[in-house]
């Protein structure tokens, strides 16, 4: 039985996840790595570390799926528990198909909420633990033509510092990532590729994971990546919701 500490990563098969899964091993955590893609069978080249690295390819939006992270888990209580796992959605709101938006909110409301639920638990039992969220800038706004998904982390985003407050009080900590729009495969998978967001630029998903790592091993509340973000946050404090709705319209509507 390993005395090494244990670190869960969700969303790990690219981007931010994939970052922050290496992070956790080359920091002598083991490390299990949980995707609904079969990518995530190919395990990261960790051959320098010392650490157990485990992938489990697991739909989170599901029940079965967050019973197989458990499974998974054996018995241990992660010492970090990341969970990064989200899905995006483009266009109009009344285009999307039904089984699109109920498969965002499954995925990054309550797979998020109910596997946090469980990994919380019992560090709550345990006295310790560190948990990351990633929520978004964009949780922050009002999202026309992204609408579910930008509801999506304004929920996770309200979600952190509550649980921070509970937690706390018995030694777990929880941390909020916020970035913006991020080198991933997100823009793909939510067919939002040809708005201004998609081809515009983009944060470098190793460099928010080192930050968000950082600012979870410091216990920090919430972490914004990079200056830009900071103020693109600042003026969403500032402006009222229409006039952030008729922007966000403006950056995230499909162009031919």
């Not at 968000?212 to 200056?227: D, N």
């Amino acid at each position: 039985m390993t005395d090494r500490q244990l670190a869960l990563i969700t969303g790990a098969s690219t981007g931010i996840g994939r970052s922050l899964g290496e992070m956790a091993a080359r920091d002598g955590y083991d490390v299990l790595l949980v995707s609904d893609e079969p990518v995530i069978e190919h395990p990261m080249d960790l051959t320098a570390t010392r650490v157990d690295v485990t992938t489990l390819c697991a739909d989170l939006s599901t029940s079965g799926g967050r019973d197989m992270v458990m499974q998974a888990l054996g018995g241990r209580v992660p010492a970090i528990c990341a969970a990064n796992a989200g899905r995006g959605l483009g266009n109009a709101f009344v285009d999307q198909s039904p089984k699109d938006i109920l498969g965002l909110l499954d995925i990054n409301v309550i797979g998020t909420t109910m596997l946090v639920h469980r990994i919380a638990g019992d560090m709550a039992r345990r006295g310790s633990g560190r948990i990351l969220l990633t929520g978004s800038i964009v949780g922050e706004a009002p999202g026309p033509y992204q609408a579910v998904y930008n509801a999506s982390k304004a929920y996770v985003n309200q979600l952190a510092p509550g649980l921070r407050d509970e937690l706390g009080r018995r030694g777990v900590s929880v941390t909020c990532l916020l970035p913006g729009a991020t080198r991933t495969r997100l823009f793909k998978r939510a067919r939002l590729e040809t708005s201004w967001l998609g081809r515009g630029p983009k944060s470098d998903p190793d460099k928010v994971a080192r930050l968000a790592w950082r600012a979870l091993l410091r216990g920090r509340a919430k972490i914004v990546p990079s200056l830009h973000n900071k103020a693109a946050m600042t003026i969403f404090s500032l402006l009222p919701d229409t006039l952030l709705a008729r922007l966000h319209r403006a950056l995230a509507r499909p162009r031919p």
